[in-house]
């Protein structure tokens, strides 16, 4: 994955300029009207100009960033192939990103890992498969925890190590698999119930 030319990713990146935020919007209504790219950027600037200023932040062709950029439940996040992809591309590390996988049953696990620069082995937390059912993702309805439980592990583990080692890849967003899990189990949380004056013996004042 190449980066931008060095004067394009400046002015994206900052926008400190009325030249560089016109010459963004020229590039946006360029990409806008194309029918390789997903229908949340079709016709929209406000959509395209953003989609670009995070292709040349982290690197990346704006077209791989519009194709992997999804909305899910109002939250901006990344699918996980392109999470590993903008890794292995990234230029901070040797070779490219690989997953341990060891154990069986509920201790089944996998650590994504790769060397530094320097040869030094990083390493992401384990995940495991006590984890995925401890913390609820394995449990909900249609997860894919429980069909493709090997895939699970490698894309989990890959947002982990992601965080730890260069968070300015996901710049803060989740994977698509992450929010999709956390959204199911906060639908779960029990609302207060609203109590009404009947319950606690009271009478609606009268008019």
């Known amino acids: 994955m190449e980066n931008l030319p060095e004067k394009l990713d400046t002015?994206?990146?900052t926008f400190s300029s009325s030249e560089s935020f016109e010459l963004a919007q020229r590039m946006a209504k360029m990409i806008m009207v194309s029918d390789l790219i997903p229908d949340k950027f079709k016709g929209n600037v406000s959509n395209c100009v953003i989609a670009l200023n995070m292709a040349s932040r982290i690197g990346a062709d704006p077209l791989m960033v519009?194709?992997?950029?999804?909305i899910v439940h109002g939250k901006p996040s990344w699918s996980s192939t392109f999470l590993i992809a903008a890794i292995n591309g990234s230029g901070k590390f040797k070779g490219s990103l690989k997953f341990?996988?060891?154990?069986?049953?509920?201790?089944?696990?996998?650590?994504?890992?790769?060397?530094?620069?320097?040869?030094?082995?990083?390493?992401?937390?384990?995940?495991?498969?006590?984890m995925a059912k401890a913390e609820g993702w394995e449990s909900k309805a249609g997860s894919k925890w429980k069909t493709m439980p090997e895939l699970m592990l490698r894309y989990r583990a890959a947002a982990f190590f992601s965080r730890l080692y260069c968070p300015e890849i996901?710049?803060?967003?989740?994977?698509?698999?992450?929010?999709?899990?956390?959204?199911?189990?906060?639908?779960?949380?029990?609302?207060?119930?609203?109590?009404?004056?009947e319950k606690q013996g009271l009478k609606p004042s009268e008019e």
Do not use: F, H
């Open 11 to 13: 002015q994206l990146t």
């Open 66 to 70: 519009m194709q992997n950029l999804y």
């Open 100 to 130: 341990e996988l060891s154990g069986s049953g509920d201790g089944r696990q996998c650590v994504a890992w790769i060397n530094d620069l320097e040869g030094n082995k990083l390493e992401s937390p384990p995940i495991t498969m006590a």
């Open 170 to 197: 996901t710049m803060g967003m989740q994977t698509v698999e992450e929010i999709q899990d956390v959204e199911i189990l906060e639908s779960r949380i029990p609302q207060p119930e609203v109590v009404k004056p």
